[in-house]
RNA sequence: GCCCGAGUGGCGGAAUGGUAGACGCAGCGGAUUCAAAAUCCGCCGCCGCAAGGCAUGUCGGUUCGAGUCCGACCUCGGGUACCA
């Protein structure tokens, strides 16, 4: 029978069901949970989805091969922005649309046989979820975690709703294009700032993230020591003082400038003057986003204000507008600095500010030191030591550090300014002036003001009779659903109509998977027993905001008593896997305009009718540029193991994989070749001792790479022991004892072509419930090593000794070497070093 | 702009500071076949007849030895707080 997965898949699939394999149970093993980001239900899943859920699988059956009791679910995202926009383009419903999605995407994922517990499945979206997710909400509420302030917003003057950052293009609406403006809104708040500290040092203890995302999320927490101080203001009576924090006290005599946000309170009671009006407007046109403000043209207004230096009263700064100073940052002013920071340099060169250096390098004078800065700013790491030219505080010749700590500690005594940490990270807003999200379960009463929903009335579910015929918030406009009763004190109050940001819903699902019935947010038991999530995989996109949020809500959830105190951290471990890309194909139209291709229109580089057509390579797959595999056609052909096999091979799980035609049939091909290999056994007994060793040794490697996430070079091993297998001379049992090997090798893989082999090599009972090999350690021994020997550095040659030789011996092997011989012509060596076991280098 | 990554044959990639190119794809040659598909075997970084030289984005440094460590730069990707 030749390998058929078309038939053989389900019915594994089938028999795993029935045995109830993959079903989460409490017992008395140890528990490991593994656990992917889930998906957001966008209508089909993609490569991206099979990669990931791929990997996580040959963890979760690795696993529970060794012995664990896995815990490995699935859910969906269901809340978000996509289900609103569905329904203002092709009408309907976002439930409607979203569940429709999730089916959709359900049937495509089960046919890959995930080892998925599929009875804990949930959406957030389900009455379920939403209840838990409010209740949570109360208890956070009640412990100090929540409170409401305002905040900037982009608001769309046209359609009259809020926009999203990425529904804002070059500063307009996305379906207006109208100018987008900034517009302050009272909005729901999570205290993450307070965390700021113990999300920064906890990072420390989290061996198991990689390096990378440690490293973003301690800059985007961003903890700085600085100073804070006040510039009194000249004849400004109502605004007395501007407050300053600085990282860089210690270029307190350089300052040139002080600069403040149009949101501050001076410009905007300056206002009345049409010149700073429209320099503000002009400001808050850039929207909300970081990346606007930061990379828009930077541009100043001089307000006429002067103000007093801290060191020297005589001497006045001059007070602009800047349209990159951000007032959620600091205090919403700086003074500007323009010998050693580049954006203050650009500045000052722009409107003829003065640039003066307070230091330069290592015994410059003050003019050398100014000659240095007029062009370019001079920045050193402030770990280098520098000279002070325009110094107070500290000597001369000191660090940056140094001198800033002197600088605070000057301030302090003079009683100018007092010394500040800081952090960059802001609270977290969670409101959204949308439908399709988790309702925040407040009342607005007239007599009692903001007032909890009672836990009893939870939940507070969205009303289904709305439209997305007109922008807005349906919530907003609906005719009844806002009418609520206070509880408190019985009398008329007005619903919240904002509902939560959605990673509210994905900063808690990993805990609701441990009893995703409960009657509470979590069961305890059952997060006793299943946290922590042991290996977390996702997205790189993730690295910071929503795992960022999950740490912090998972203290919030242990605050409140939902999870263990073990639980603060939830992600023992975690893994960025890259993206899946594919080449885009693509012809020019008349005008040179770029029109897209169907990969399967594209043989050979060229079109059917001979157009030769341009390739773009690894680009993010993206159904505009029509560069997009559908894993179910991929599945339907050649089967999931197959897919599954591809994704896994050649690129190393962190980094992005291309999807190529050649690389898929040469996955089935390999598998449909183990397949004949386990049918061709042979009836009469022969041992192979060295297919044996192959055998073990790539137990041995394949379980290393697995452990080390290197599912490419697992492949590989298994690649390597496939061709063993088929260059031996072994046969009958001795052969199907290593293909049987070879299946539980491949199972956490490619789990039905395992079960096929294993059946067909004599194994008893399911491949799946086989314990993980463990390799014969006398398989291992090497007796004799291969020294490649180098003369300078160049690799000249190679020496065959006997493994633990004696080092003096091998120098004497080596000096006896024909080409050391040579080269050496006679001389000795200067120096001969022998790395035991790796190399020989002689230096002549 | 700022923060974080990545860059190695025609292609995907491998390599605790120690033989650069494991394994796979493509290509080339052969076997099998009436023929083809499939399968099996062999070759395969570049230049060179060879000896040898050149090669891990670019330039410089540390080292007996650098793809790996350090510095500067280039290109591409992720994030930038309301995409998920």
New binding site residues.
């Given amino acids: 029978m030749p390998y058929d997965p078309a038939n053989s898949e389900p019915r594994w699939q089938q028999a795993w069901d029935e045995a109830g394999t993959f079903r989460a149970v409490r017992d008395e093993r140890p528990k490991y949970y593994v656990l992917e980001m889930f998906?957001?239900p966008s209508g089909r899943i993609h490569m991206g989805h099979v990669r990931n859920y791929t990997m996580g699988d040959v963890v979760a059956r690795y696993k529970r091969a060794q012995g664990f009791s896995v815990l490995h679910p699935m859910g969906w995202?269901a809340?978000?922005?996509?289900a609103e926009n569905a329904a203002m383009e092709q009408g309907g419903h976002p439930r409607d649309w979203t569940y429709a999605n999730i089916a959709t995407m359900r049937d495509q994922l089960k046919p890959l046989g995930l080892s998925i517990d599929w009875s804990r499945e949930f959406a957030t979206c389900d009455d379920g979820y939403v209840a838990q997710q409010q209740a949570l909400f109360l208890d956070m509420l009640e412990a100090g975690l929540i409170y409401r302030k305002a905040a900037v917003?982009?608001w769309d003057p046209v359609d009259m709703t809020?926009?999203?950052?990425?529904?804002v293009i070059d500063g307009k609406g996305w379906r207006s294009n109208a100018p987008v403006e900034r517009r302050e809104?009272t909005?729901w708040f999570f205290r993450i700032s307070d965390y700021a500290d113990e999300l920064l040092t906890s990072l420390d203890g989290l061996d198991g993230w990689p390096?990378?995302?440690r490293?973003?999320q301690a800059?985007?927490i961003?903890r700085s020591r600085g100073l804070q101080f006040r510039f009194d203001t000249v004849n400004v009576p109502d605004v007395p003082q501007i407050e300053v924090y600085t990282t860089r006290p210690d270029t307190l005599l350089g300052a040139s400038f002080v600069a403040i946000s149009p949101d501050h309170p001076l410009a905007r009671s300056l206002e009345a003057d049409a010149g700073v009006a429209a320099f503000n407007a002009a400001a808050r046109k850039l929207g909300?986003?970081?990346?606007a403000v930061?990379?828009a043209e930077k541009l100043g207004l001089d307000t006429g204000i002067r103000v007093r230096h801290p060191l020297d009263p005589d001497w006045q700064l001059p007070v602009w507008i800047a349209n990159f100073v951000l007032m959620?940052y600091g205090t919403g002013a700086i003074f500007g600095s323009p010998a050693h920071d580049?954006?203050d340099h650009d500045f000052a060169v722009k409107y003829g500010l003065p640039i003066r250096a307070t230091f330069g390098k290592p015994g410059m004078t003050k003019a050398e030191a100014d000659a240095l800065v007029a062009a370019e700013p001079f920045v050193p790491l402030k770990s280098e030591p520098v000279t002070y030219v325009r110094g107070f505080s500290g000597e001369a010749d000191q660090t940056g550090e140094a001198a800033v700590a002197a600088a605070i500690d000057h301030a302090e005594a003079a009683g100018y300014g007092e010394g500040v940490t800081k952090y960059?990270?802001?609270d977290?807003?969670?409101?959204?002036?949308?439908y399709w999200g988790c309702p925040i379960p407040v009342v607005h009463c007239r007599k009692c003001g903001t007032v909890p929903e009672a836990k009893a009335n939870l939940p507070v579910l969205l009303p289904r009779d709305v439209t997305f015929d007109v922008p807005g918030n349906p919530l907003d406009r609906h005719p009844t659903w806002r009418q609520a009763t206070c509880p408190r004190c019985g009398g008329e109050a007005r619903r919240e109509t904002d509902t939560m940001?959605?990673?509210v819903d994905?900063s808690w699902y990993y805990a609701r998977f441990t009893a995703p019935h409960a009657q509470t947010p979590t069961d305890r038991a059952d997060a006793d027993y299943w946290m922590n999530v042991d290996q977390y995989i996702g997205?790189?996109?993730?690295?910071?905001?929503?795992l960022l949020y999950s740490r912090f809500f998972a203290r919030a959830m242990v605050r409140t008593g939902h999870l263990p105190e073990k639980s603060a951290e939830p992600f023992a471990a975690l893994f960025t896997q890259g993206?899946v890309t594919h080449e885009i194909y693509l012809t020019r139209d008349d005008r040179g305009r770029p029109v897209y291709h169907l990969p399967e229109d594209v043989r050979d580089g060229k079109l059917a009718d001979g157009t030769p057509v341009e390739v773009i390579?690894?680009a993010?797959m993206s159904k505009s540029k029509k560069n997009v595999v559908d894993p179910v056609n991929i599945v339907q052909s050649f089967g999931a193991d197959t897919a599954r096999w591809f994704m896994l091979?050649?690129?190393?799980p962190e980094?992005?994989?291309?999807w190529?035609a050649?690389?898929a049939?040469?996955a089935a091909?390999?598998l449909?070749?183990v397949h004949?290999l386990a049918e061709e056994t042979g009836a009469e007994d022969r041992e192979d001792a060295d297919l044996t060793r192959s055998a073990h040794r790539a137990i041995d490697e394949v379980t290393r790479a697995i452990e080390g996430f290197?599912f490419?070079?697992a492949?590989?091993k298994l690649?390597?022991l496939a061709?063993a297998i088929?260059?031996s001379q072994a046969s009958g049992e001795p052969r199907r004892a290593v293909l049987r090997i070879a299946a539980q090798l491949l199972a956490p893989m490619v789990p039905h072509l395992a079960e096929d082999v294993w059946k067909l090599s004599g194994g008893t009972g399911l491949a799946v419930d086989a314990p993980w090999p463990i390799p014969d350690p006398a398989a291992l021994v090497q007796d004799s090593v291969?020294l490649?020997i180098?003369i300078?550095?160049?690799?000249r040659g190679?020496i065959t000794v006997p493994a633990g030789m004696a080092q003096a011996e091998i120098e004497q092997a080596v000096l006896a070497d024909e080409a050391v011989r040579r080269h050496l012509n006679g001389q000795a060596p200067r120096?001969l070093?022998v790395?035991p076991?790796?190399?020989v280098?002689v230096?002549a």
Avoid: C
């Fill in positions: 998906p957001y995202d809340f978000g922005m996509p917003v982009n809020v926009l999203a950052n990425e529904q809104l909005q390096e990378k995302v490293l973003m800059n985007w961003g909300t986003s970081e990346e930061e990379t959620d580049q954006r960059r990270l802001r977290w807003g969670i409101s959204r002036q949308r940001d959605t990673f994905s997205g790189i996109e993730h690295a910071i905001l929503h993206m390579p690894s993010k091979s050649d690129s190393p980094r992005d994989v291309e190529t050649s690389g049939e040469a091909k390999f449909a070749r004949r290197a490419n070079k492949v590989a690649y390597e061709n088929g260059r291969t490649p180098q300078n550095g160049k690799r190679e120096k070093i790395v076991g790796r190399i280098n230096v």
